[in-house]
């Protein structure tokens, strides 16, 4: 993603981010007209002046974090959910386990859904490149 600098601080870069090739196609006039911001760190030390084009990303490790706090409850919720249905309740067979297990994935992709939405997780964007 390309953007120009819009402001500089110690630690971080405001980046005003142009319409790119997929804004040409949506239906949302309201994006196409608004000028959007975003923030970025500037971990190689670029010098960058105002004005100057630039290019961002999320870093790989930031991308894997938030694959794995989206991926892992849900995953211990469905062992839970099947090993608690085979202890609460012993006469049942592997599809009563299995509902208990998708019941458990359920609640806890739901909880991790409400915990992320009260505390959204840091789009850690950095400075990459210099666009000449």
Known sequence: MTGQVHALSETTVTIRLGTSSSCFGCMQQECKTRTRFLKANNP????????????????KATLLGQGFTALFPPMVGFIAGFMLTGLLVPASGDPARAAGGVLGLFILAYLTYLIRKKHPAEMALQVVEIVS
């Open 44 to 59: 190689f030390h670029f010098p960058l002046a105002i004005g100057q084009a630039v290019k961002i990303e999320t870093p």
